[in-house]
């Protein structure tokens, strides 16, 4: 299995339990990737498991985070 396969697969099996080490194991497999094609590719796998990461973070708000600036 190439490491895009394995970034692919991290990325559909990634679970509020693993996704400290999927995000761990996701970085080592990008730095093996060497050409541009791959590194496009695995960024969209990148960016969706930086977002699990993100709302699945223990602390995170309610709500979906950033606060919008209302007027009053």
């Known amino acids: 299995m190439t490491a895009l396969e394995q970034l692919r697969a ?6 509020q339990a693993t996704i400290q080490d999927d995000f761990v194991a996701a970085i080592d497999l990008f ?3 060497t ?3 791959d590194r496009e590719k695995a960024a969209v796998f990148m960016e ?3 977002e699990m ?3 699945w ?3 995170r708000p309610a ?3 950033k606060k919008k600036n209302v007027k009053r």
């Open 10 to 15: 991290l990325y559909f099996n990634a679970t």
């Open 31 to 33: 730095k093996q990737l």
């Open 35 to 37: 050409a541009e094609e």
């Open 48 to 50: 969706g498991i930086a």
């Open 53 to 55: 990461r993100r709302e």
């Open 57 to 59: 973070s223990p602390g």
């Open 63 to 65: 709500g979906g985070g």
